[in-house]
């Protein structure tokens, strides 16, 4: 076999045993992560609240490959109260940010914009104090509007895109639905829905719940003949004429067409066959 298909059939292996959540197992829905109150920092304020030169100590990971919450945690104040041992999530960032619910800001005596995270020019200034001094950020305290993380595989999936609003529901003891939930489409994303402890109490949601997508709204730059596309699905050949030796997860996802045909000894990965489930497709071996 040639060395290329072996090192691709290779990679494939080792994505699958390191997948940790296959999206494919909650068949069509979204699991749900419940934020609590939390805190971001650059490394200069990491050094002002805990000392020069001072990194941040990992105690577990988060759903999102590289994310982590820290050991370390600091008060944040307000005109009205203060609230004790937020935590800090790393690694550290280029702007510091304080997410809080709203419940969390009228302890506070604040009155914090609706933002995505990341977003913070012009919004609430706030002091956070730690260990080795205190820190007045003059903007970076905000609600977290509730969004999607997702993989561009999953973008696909759901036909949705990075920066579109959607309205997602979820079913339970007090089923709830949730309007202008942002999409954010990254290949360093796991799929997972983020709400805030308000969220969740006004649904009795808790962590791992499942949220359906219901809604799509359309782009401003959409052209308004067009209709979101969770509604119209562009017109696609009916089958595919495979010939190569190795179809993977990379190919399933290039093709368009529902059915896949490929000669019975070309080889298929674990991968590739995920895939073909996920997207609703057909693998038709032919018959030489």
Known sequence: MQENLVQKIVEEVLQQVLKKQPSSQYDGKIPIGVSARHVHLAQAEVEKLFGENYQITPKFELSQPGQFAAEETVVIAGPKGSIERVRILGPARSLSQVEVSWTDAMKLGMKPPLR???????????????????????????????????????????????????????????????????????????????????????????????????????????????????????????????????????????????????????????????????????LTIRSE
């Open 116 to 282: 995505i995270s990341g977003d913070i020019k012009g919004s609430s200034p706030v002091t956070l104090i730690g260990p080795n001094g205190s820190v007045v950020l003059n903007e970076g305290l905000i609600i977290a509007q509730a969004h999607i993380h997702m993989s561009p595989a999953d973008s696909a999936r759901f036909q949705v895109a990075d920066g579109q609003s959607v309205q997602i529901k979820v079913e339970g003891i007090r089923p709830i639905i949730l309007s202008n939930v942002m999409i954010r489409v990254s290949d360093r994303y796991r799929l997972e829905m983020h709400i805030d402890t308000d969220e969740a109490n006004a649904g009795l949601i808790q962590q791992g719940a499942l949220a359906e997508i219901i809604y799509v709204q359309a782009n401003e730059q959409m052209d308004v003949k067009e209709i979101p596309p969770v509604f119209k699905q562009a017109e696609r050949p009916s089958s595919y004429q495979f010939d190569k030796k190795l179809l993977s997860q990379v190919e399933v996802l290039e093709i368009e067409a529902r059915e896949i045909i490929v000669p019975k000894n070309t080889i298929v990965t674990a991968l590739a066959y995920d895939k073909i489930r996920e997207l609703n497709k057909t």
